[in-house]
């Protein structure tokens, strides 16, 4: 198994610009997560799915929109970046049912700079 | 408010010299405390899950524990490969979303 896989790696954006970052994974996990990264910070919630066509606001989401089509990936959206935008991007998935306890389950990450 | 407080944020260790990282919660309930590892430039990597007040779990050098208000994870005679930043996250009950604390980042010099 690959695991969460993230694209691209690196990329920077023209204030203003659109763009879309990729994530997939392939351990047939429901719930799914973005999250952000800023230096000296946790990480912050952006939006998350409990499955395909599901989605739901965190704690950050201004700015940002999501989709879920499949199980498998869960793009974020990116429509006017904003130098306030720049960081580093985490995807996540995990399993729940219920109220069972479910281990999140990250990708590589995307940095992400806009200037 | 939900709230999840690391400390120290830095720890400089000599190969060897064995300390602990602490992790300190205000929830309205927990369903579960996370500590994961996070090496520069990659994802946060799972290493414990604990659920319930003193309950303790180890993998090699690492011993993670767990009160009602905080989480201590141990590292006993650590190595310069153990240099990460140490992540804890908690479940709420309310919602079921993790909420992370800001992580210590570890130095081990052989």
């Known amino acids: 198994n690959a695991g969460v896989t993230q694209t691209p790696k690196f990329r920077i954006l023209k204030i203003g610009q659109s763009m879309t970052l990729q994530c997939a994974q392939d351990m047939n996990h429901n719930y799914m997560y973005w999250y952000r990264q800023d230096p000296g910070m946790g990480l912050k919630l952006i939006y998350y799915?409990?499955?395909?066509?599901?989605?739901d606001k965190g704690e950050v989401p201004n700015g940002y929109n999501v989709s879920r089509s499949t199980t498998e990936d869960f793009p974020l959206r990116l429509e006017l970046a904003a130098p306030s935008q720049t960081s580093v991007y985490f995807c996540?998935?995990?399993?729940?049912?219920?109220?069972?306890?479910?281990?999140?389950?990250f990708g590589p990450g995307t940095r992400l700079t806009v200037l | 408010e939900d709230q999840v407080t690391q400390s120290p944020e830095a720890l400089r260790l000599q190969e060897g010299e064995s300390s602990s990282l602490n992790c300190s919660y205000t929830v309205s309930g927990l369903r579960g405390l996370f500590w994961y590892r996070q090496d520069p430039g990659k994802g946060p990597e799972f290493l414990f899950t604990?659920?319930?007040a003193g309950e303790e779990k180890e993998k090699e050098r690492l011993k993670a524990t767990l009160t009602k208000k905080e989480s201590f994870l141990h590292i006993t005679a650590p190595k310069p490969e153990d240099s990460a930043t140490y992540l804890c996250?908690?479940?709420?009950?309310?919602?079921?979303?993790?909420?992370f604390g800001q992580g210590t980042e570890l130095s081990v010099k052989p």
């Open positions: 996540a998935s995990s399993y729940s049912r219920g109220s069972r306890v479910d281990t999140q389950y």
């Open positions: 604990l659920y319930s």
């Open positions: 996250a908690v479940q709420v009950i309310q919602g079921g979303k993790l909420i």
């Open positions: 799915s409990v499955g395909a066509g599901i989605t």
